[in-house]
C-alpha cells in the first residue's frame, strides 16, 4: 500500500476502472471508504435475520378443526328460501321443516312456491274472511300432480305458510282456510327457532 | 414441511421423507371455501295447525252418535286470555289468564303456558301414554291481531308436552293439537 495508508481490507478492484462494466448486485455506498466501524455499519450484517419459520402445525389444525365444523353443520337437504319481504316470528316449540308446498304472505301478495298467487292488501281490504281463488287453483293443482305422481300412496295434505310477523290475523285464517279446502287440511307456520339464552 | 424420520440406516439411499404440505393446505382451503358457501345459516322450524274438515259422508257406514270430546277454547282479548273447555255446547269450565303488554317483536306468554298446562291436567281425557290421541285447541283471535301474537299464543299452547308411548318409548309431543276458529 503507498503513501502510508493502512490496509485493512483487501482492494479487490481491479486496476483498469473499465476492465468490468457489469458488478455483481449488492451495495455498493460508501463501500470505498477504508475504515472497519463504517464498513460494518453500512454492510448491514449481524442483524436479525428478515426470514421467519411459519409453524405450519397450528395452522394445519386450524384448518382440519374448521373443516369439521363446517361439514358438521353442512345440511344436504339444499336451503330453504324464503322471501326477503317476509320477517318470520320467533318460538320455542317446534319441529323440523319437512317437504311441502310453501306459502308465502308478505304485507302485499301471496306466493306459491315463488309465483303469485294473489294479494293480501284484496283481502284485507275487504274486512272478512274469503277463499283466495288463485292460490286455491294452483294448490289444487299441485295436489292433483302429487296424486298422479304417486296413486298408490295417500296424499299427506301438508303445506307450509311463511307469513310475515305484521299480517294481521284476517289474512291468515283466509289463507288458512283456503289451503284447506284445496286439500291441505294439514297447515304448518314455518318460524325461527329461537335461542335457548333469548327471551 | 413436514417430514418423515425413520432413522439413520446404514444404506446409500435416503430414508427420510420430505412431504409436500402446499397441496394438502390448499385441498384444505378449497373445502373450507366449498362448505362456507354452501352453508345455510338460518334455522328455520315450523308448528303444525290442522284444519278440522269434516271428510264426505259414507252413504254404507251407519252414523254412530259419539259423545263430543272436550275442547279447550283460547280466545285472545285486549287485556286477558279466556281459556274455555267445551263439550259440543256445553261449558265444561272458565278460566282467564292475564295477557301482559310486551314491548318489541319477541313475543312469550309463559303465564299462559303455564294457565293451559295446569288447564289440561285437570280436564283432559287423553292423559294415559298409551292414548295416542290429542286434545284439540281451537283459537279464536280478533281479525287485526298481527301473526306473530296467533304465534306467541301457539307457543304457549304448544309448550304443554304429554308423554306418548312410540315404538315402546315414552316421547314427549304437545298436548295439544291447534286449529283456527273462523268464525
Excluded at chain 1, 458488478?23 to 472497519?36: D, E, N, Q, S
Excluded at chain 1, 284485507?124 to 300412496?153: A, C, N, T, Y
Excluded at chain 2, 308448528?47 to 264426505?56: C, S, V
Excluded at chain 2, 252418535?65 to 263439550?87: A, G, I, R
Amino acid at each position: 500500500m503507498s503513501g502510508g495508508r493502512i490496509k485493512m481490507f483487501p482492494d479487490h478492484r481491479h486496476p483498469d476502472p473499465h476492465a468490468h462494466a457489469i458488478h455483481k448486485p449488492g451495495r455498493r455506498l460508501m463501500h470505498h471508504v477504508p475504515l472497519h466501524f463504517v464498513h460494518k455499519r453500512v454492510a448491514g450484517g449481524g442483524g436479525r435475520n428478515v426470514n421467519a419459520n411459519l409453524n405450519l402445525v397450528a395452522f394445519i389444525d386450524f384448518l382440519i378443526v374448521t373443516v369439521i365444523f363446517l361439514l358438521m353443520s353442512f345440511s344436504a337437504s339444499g336451503e330453504i328460501t324464503v322471501d326477503k319481504n317476509i320477517n318470520l316470528p320467533k318460538a320455542d316449540n317446534v319441529d323440523d321443516v319437512i317437504e311441502a308446498p310453501m306459502v308465502s304472505v308478505n304485507g302485499n301478495q301471496v306466493l306459491v312456491d315463488g309465483s303469485a298467487a294473489g294479494s293480501t292488501r284484496a283481502i284485507e281490504d275487504l274486512g272478512r274472511m274469503q277463499k283466495v281463488d288463485e292460490l286455491f287453483d294452483i294448490l289444487k293443482r299441485k295436489r292433483e300432480l302429487w296424486k298422479s305422481f304417486h296413486p298408490q300412496k295417500p296424499f299427506p295434505g301438508v303445506c307450509i305458510l311463511q307469513v310475515d310477523e305484521n299480517v294481521s290475523s284476517l289474512v291468515v285464517k283466509s289463507v288458512f282456510q283456503t289451503a284447506a279446502y284445496a286439500g291441505y287440511p294439514n297447515v304448518s307456520f314455518m318460524v325461527k327457532k329461537r335461542g335457548k339464552t333469548s327471551n | 414441511m413436514g417430514g418423515v424420520d425413520v432413522g439413520s440406516s446404514g444404506g446409500k439411499r435416503q430414508m427420510n421423507m420430505e412431504i409436500n404440505m402446499i397441496p394438502f393446505i390448499d385441498l384444505l382451503m378449497v373445502t373450507i371455501m366449498f362448505l362456507l358457501i354452501t352453508a345455510v345459516w338460518a334455522n328455520f322450524s315450523r308448528m303444525n295447525a290442522n284444519a278440522q274438515i269434516p271428510g264426505p259422508p259414507d252413504p254404507t257406514k251407519e252414523i254412530d252418535p259419539q259423545t263430543p270430546e272436550k275442547v279447550l277454547n283460547v280466545h285472545v282479548t285486549d287485556s286477558e286470555f279466556k281459556l274455555v273447555w267445551k263439550q259440543g255446547a256445553t261449558v265444561v269450565s272458565e278460566t282467564t289468564a292475564e295477557r301482559p303488554k310486551q314491548a318489541g317483536t319477541e313475543l312469550r306468554y309463559d303465564d299462559l303456558a303455564k294457565k293451559i298446562a295446569d288447564e289440561w291436567k285437570q280436564q283432559s281425557s287423553h292423559q294415559d301414554k298409551s292414548d295416542k290421541k290429542q286434545d284439540q285447541a281451537i283459537l279464536h283471535v280478533d281479525n287485526r291481531l298481527p301473526f306473530k301474537e296467533v304465534i306467541a299464543v301457539l307457543d304457549a299452547i304448544y309448550d304443554c308436552k304429554r308423554e306418548m308411548m312410540v315404538d315402546n318409548q315414552a316421547k314427549a309431543f304437545p298436548a295439544f293439537n291447534m286449529s283456527f276458529s273462523v268464525r
